[in-house]
């Protein structure tokens, strides 16, 4: 018995540079506080935020140039005046059909 568990730590210590090298890219790419895994979650989770700054930043310009319409035509309130607030002139009726679900 004790022939056969020299045996195995003799075969262990002859590859401990394949564990080391397991244990290492082991330790690097999934148990580490800075692993891999977990810095490719938060270059995904980076691209996506980036993506939603742009889209807000589109969003912001458009409401930019829409209200700089608003201060200089009138027919640009008047359309806003129309289609969002449902106003109408005095000759005018309005008629709202919605669609049910």
């Known amino acids: 018995m004790a022939t056969k568990l020299q045996n195995l730590w003799r075969a262990l210590g002859k590859h401990k540079c394949l564990y080391l090298t397991i244990f290492f890219v082991l330790l690097i790419?999934?148990?580490?506080?800075?692993?891999?895994?977990?810095?490719?979650?938060?270059?995904?989770?980076?691209?996506?935020?980036?993506?939603?700054?742009?889209?807000?930043?589109?969003?912001?310009?458009?409401?930019?140039?829409?209200?700089?319409?608003?201060?200089?035509?009138?027919?640009?309130?008047?359309?806003?005046?129309?289609v969002n607030l449902l106003m109408k002139t005095s000759d005018e009726d309005v008629y709202v059909i919605e669609e049910t679900p």
């Open 29 to 82: 790419c999934f148990i580490d506080e800075n692993s891999l895994l977990r810095r490719w979650r938060l270059i995904r989770q980076n691209n996506e935020l980036q993506e939603q700054i742009l889209r807000y930043e589109k969003e912001y310009a458009d409401a930019n140039a829409e209200l700089k319409q608003l201060d200089n035509s009138p027919e640009a309130v008047e359309r806003v005046a129309r």
